[in-house]
């Protein structure tokens, strides 16, 4: 018997040591969202485009798979809201379709009514009890009058690339963001913003075919309005323009040869220099046909004869420039020929 009490007293121990014993029982959870993440802006053309992030997550960092009310109000906004309860009695609601399920808002909203106004924009979202999130705002955005999409855009390839023109803005001070893709199928990326209605694209190969089309935008200070994208156009560079024609031609006689040189050109397509040599002004032929550098020694030729010598420029596509302005040299006699001059022994 009083072995059975003994064991009996050493579980009744060993059970209030640990075995089952239950702490004060904790509060219910909030279930307080966290306020919604990367709220961002744009007028675009008529509307404003507002985005943002709702991650379901609670300040207690618990997940909820589903939510309440979605809050998203447009008010005032000369500075950053400092009493949001102020700035919230004055903003006005937007009408959202929201299904309550976390993930990312996408809304259109008619501007107009905001046009020329400073305003801040604010979102908030309330867990499934009816809690509300803190509330999230924007910088002030300025509403300006809707941009029109830029109209009459051109593309002319010329010796320099592709160059761009469009008609300028009739009203609201605007600059001009250009977009190209390559064709066929390649993604649209914003090649320069300019305040110009035109623009020089350099940076085209020869052959390949791109599409161009230009975006209007706001450069009202503290405005972040922009256009529907103009209609697209497409072009291939074909390059048909040839080099400059080379100048400052030189010729100087020597008892061996006529010695050429002339003024380098600076193309970055420059593939070589060709040179004419003619005895009348009239019949022209080719001495050389691709030279590297700009001097070529004509070895070709006869004593006390008169030349005629004209330079051309050829780039890489084999587009040729004018002939230069000609140069006249007389041959030496064979008398010369037989004594050298000091100056083809002086030192080059």
Known sequence: MRAGLLLIATCYSAWLAGCGYVGDPLPPALNIPVPPSSLR???????????FEVSGLTTEQTLLRRLGKLDVRIGPGETQPADLSRWEAQAQPVETQWTGTPGKVYLEIPAGRWVNQRIVVGAR?????????????TGPLVVVPPLERPQQLTATVVAGGIQLTWACAASSPVGYRVFRRQLPGDKWLQQVTTNECG?????????????????????????AAESEPSVEIETTMIDRFPPATPTGVRAVATPAAVELSWDANFEKDLACYRVYRSEDGRDWKPVAECIGTPAYQDRQIETQREYLYAITAVDLRGNESARSEAVRVATLADSQASAPSHEEKAPR
């Open 41 to 51: 802006v744009q007028q675009k053309a008529d509307k404003l485009v507002v985005e």
């Open 125 to 137: 979202v309330a867990g499934p009890q009816g809690r509300w999130s803190e509330w999230v705002t």
């Open 199 to 223: 623009w020089l694209d350099a940076e085209v190969e020869h052959g390949v075919s791109y599409a161009y089309r230009i975006q209007a935008v706001s450069t009202v200070p503290g405005s």
